[in-house]
């Protein structure tokens, strides 16, 4: 690591150092006391990685020492020479640990996600493998221990979904989902296929980081609300109050729609949850365009129209074309149980497209 790093480093553990000390006085104000909190909460994890990373420096440094005293044994001298090439080896681990929690952090890492599944191009086949997928992210936030929350699902009547929404709660769901964005192709024979030929169709995903409050504001004003009748598959009332909610933004054009409960109230609220998601979501994408557009080695452009991944049944194999990975497992994605393969594979390479630009 560079002399500049090093500074840097000395900084950070000393600021970790300083917080540590204010805290314990216990001085001033409950806010100014959770913005310390906080500042320690996340300078921790880079401060201890460097205090391991400094520690088995100095280990290292001990044991040249040893080996260039001419009074060393040859036995010593052998156990000596075989653990500092252990450690050497872990020197290059830990800088890369270091490295890793200096980048900048995604803010939206850590927050709950609204997930958007949409039938695309293939008919009928399309809106069943849109449910599938539906299906397969509801069984991996099961595996990951997070809640999954459909909020609006509508259905085509023959087991499809056209499109599907849902709000997954827990930890670190945007940071493991935000990859999942862009168009998912199918190739598989249809249930309704009699001369058994493979068809090829699509649906299209959307992760969306969840905004709280204070994260979007969104003036009333700004809203057109149009209230209706639910209705279900094929047309058929399944309400006989206008409970149903419509959403405009009007600055923006953004239109949600809300029918699944029977409130008017709790639709509205779903639907502004969803508004303000996509709405976060246009910030994000805006404020980071042009850090994109200079860092061309980014795993996936976040735009919906890329394909991103093809799920061949006949073959069992699952293919994301932005890594060039593929996994024979198609039956364990599909029960979310060999999803994180693939989510481990992508934020592995877009770490290392950011180590890369900044080294």
């Known amino acids: 690591m560079s002399d500049g790093l090093g500074e840097k480093l000395d900084r950070l553990v000393a600021r970790r150092d300083e917080l540590r000390d204010l805290l314990s006085a216990g001085d001033g104000d409950a806010g100014a006391f959770a913005r310390l909190s906080k500042e320690y909460a996340e300078l921790t994890p880079v401060a201890e990685a460097i205090d391991r990373l400094r520690g088995v420096r100095a280990e290292v440094a001990e044991l040249e020492a040893m080996l260039a005293d001419p009074e060393t044994d040859h036995d010593m001298a052998a156990l000596a020479d075989a653990e500092r090439t252990s450690l050497t080896d872990r020197i290059a681990a830990l800088e890369r640990e270091v490295q890793l929690l200096l980048l900048p952090k995604d803010e939206a890492d850590d927050k709950n996600a609204i997930l958007e599944v949409r039938a695309g191009t293939g008919g009928e086949e399309a809106a069943l493998f849109a449910a599938a997928l539906f299906e397969m992210y509801r069984r991996y936030a099961a595996v990951r221990g997070w809640r999954f929350e459909p909020m609006e699902i509508s259905e085509t009547g023959l ?44 649906a299209t995903v959307a992760v969306l980081p969840e905004a709280e409050e204070v994260d979007v504001q969104i003036d009333e004003k700004d809203l057109r609300i149009d209230v209706f009748r639910a209705s279900g598959p094929g047309g058929q009332s399944v309400n006989t109050t206008d409970s149903a909610v419509r959403i405009t933004h009007l600055p923006t054009g953004l239109v949600v729609c809300q029918q699944d409960e029977k409130s008017q109230h709790k639709n509205k609220a779903k639907a502004l949850r969803i508004l303000r998601a996509r709405l976060y979501d246009r910030e994000r994408i805006s404020a980071h365009a ?32 932005r890594i060039n990975l593929t996994l024979y497992k198609i039956d364990k994605v599909m029960l979310g149980e060999a999803l994180d393969e693939l989510v481990d594979a992508l934020t592995a390479e877009d770490e290392a497209a950011r180590l890369a630009e900044v080294g």
């Open 290 to 321: 042009e850090r994109a557009a200079a860092r061309k080695t980014q795993v996936g452009s976040g735009d919906r129209s890329e394909r991103i991944r093809t799920y061949n049944f006949p073959q069992g194999r699952v293919t994301d074309h």
């Open 159 to 202: 087991g499809g979904f056209k499109e599907a929404t849902a709000a997954i709660t827990g930890r670190s769901v945007f940071a493991r989902l935000k990859f999942e964005s862009g168009v998912h192709r199918v190739q598989r024979v249809p249930q309704t296929e009699a001369g058994g030929r493979i068809h090829t169709s699509a």
